[in-house]
């Protein structure tokens, strides 16, 4: 099986001043082109180094992409150590030449001398054309290995990546098919789960199955390889089916699903209507619900009741509960949610209540502590959480898991 290695190049990646998301991106698409990437390589804009990781990649892979350094500034270096790695010299192409010159007449400018060096490619490799800016790509080949050098610019990179670069993949590696996957699960931990899935997750197994964690959202990939794609999709879903009857009620999606997703497509289904009041959170819960699209079917209206004067005035809520219970209790929540439902007259509503932190916990009420209530024509489920981490975790945990308790009623 061909097999891809990323290296990415630019003095900002590993300063942590931009983030990498070219890597991702690659992998992602090389992966459902059945091209699984084995390594990533991250160096700076130094000639030297970014030879010695071409060096590494090829020794991991077949393929080789990399990404950034090919602009016209002296710091843009890729382009050399392409040609040093090659043993090549570089050589000026004068139809890329004119193509740049085109580029800046073409917006009424004068291309600047400096650009002239994007014009040079080692020689005996090709250009790749870069229909949105100046710097075009390099493809190469050494030792049966398939190189490529494309922009760091993201939009530059992906159209060049889909237009010239995925064509020769195809024909580098047409004999392997691989079909990934992707089950959503939510209501228990990464390592729970494992152990209900036993050797389903042992490594060197095909398909293979890899699990990843995001504020309790755990994603399982089943990556099936075989000769052809029917073999490899057949392996795939009969895994699917195998951990869809492993897990149940965890699971509630597939592919890049969200929880906020899943529950509105729901209620739309349903024809329900939903509201929710937030305290801990603020806001959170209904900025997933409304970060998607068309949410206006089933979602009503949401209130942030961050004091104790606005749960009461808002939301009805009680002063003596709050009084001989605290903000932060079961009985505050449940009133919130039932309040929150009484006046936006929906079908369901959800509150939240709890202490975010850093700070404001007590040994009896610690940081992470939170109450999520359900309010709906069949009653009202109110539930306890302890969750860790800073606050920004705990707020999107939370949110996740009032989702998930939303989806659970929705289901029954």
């Not at 209540?353 to 999520?372: D, H, R």
Request: aromatic share 6%.
């Amino acid at each position: 099986m061909k097999k891809t290695s990323i290296v990415s190049i630019g003095n900002e990646l590993i300063s942590g001043q931009t983030l990498d998301t070219n890597a991702a991106y690659l992998s992602q698409n090389l992966l459902f082109l059945g091209i699984p990437t084995v390594s990533f390589h991250t160096v700076g804009d130094e000639s030297s180094a970014i030879v010695r990781a071409l060096d590494l990649a090829t020794a991991d892979a077949d393929i080789v992409i990399a990404t950034g350094g090919l602009g016209p500034t002296d710091d843009d270096l890729t382009r050399q150590a392409f040609a040093d790695f090659l043993e090549a010299g570089l050589v000026l192409h004068e139809d890329l030449l004119h193509q740049i010159a085109e580029f800046f007449s073409h917006r009424q400018l004068q291309m600047p001398l400096i650009n002239r060096i994007q014009a040079y490619i080692p020689l005996g490799s090709d250009a790749i054309a870069n229909t949105l800016g100046t710097a075009p790509g390099i493809m190469a080949r050494k030792q049966g290995k398939l190189l490529f050098a494309l922009p760091g610019v993201p939009s530059e990179m992906k159209q060049m990546f889909q237009e010239s670069v995925i064509p020769q993949l195809h024909q580098f590696a047409m004999k392997q098919a691989v079909v990934v996957k992707k089950l959503k699960c939510f209501g228990a931990g990464e390592s729970a789960i494992a152990d209900m899935l036993g050797l389903m997750m042992q490594r060197g197994r095909n398909p293979l199955v890899n699990c990843t964690v995001d504020f309790g959202v755990v994603t399982f990939s089943i990556v099936a390889s075989a000769d052809n794609f029917a073999a490899a999709e057949e392996m795939a879903q009969q895994d699917e089916r195998t951990l869809r009857d492993i897990l149940g009620n965890l699971v509630y999606g597939t592919g890049e699903q969200t929880l906020a997703q899943v529950v509105g497509e729901e209620l739309a289904r349903q024809g329900k209507t939903l509201a929710v009041a937030e305290s801990c959170t603020g806001g959170t819960l209904a900025k997933l619900l409304t970060d998607v699209p068309g949410a206006s079917k089933y979602f009503t209206s949401g209130w942030v009741t961050y004091n104790n004067h606005a749960k009461i005035t808002q939301l009805g809520v009680d002063a003596g509960l709050i009084q001989k219970h605290g903000a932060v209790s079961e009985q505050v929540a449940e009133a919130m949610s039932r309040g929150a439902r009484a006046n936006a007259q929906t079908d369901f509503a959800v509150a939240i209540t709890g202490i975010a932190g850093p700070t404001g916990g007590t040994e009896q009420k610690p940081v992470g502590l939170v109450y999520i209530s359900v309010d709906y024509n069949r009653g009202t489920d109110t539930q306890r959480f302890i969750f860790s981490h800073d606050r920004a975790f705990i707020r999107l945990r939370t949110a996740q898991t009032a989702l998930n308790m939303l989806r659970l009623k929705l289901r029954v």
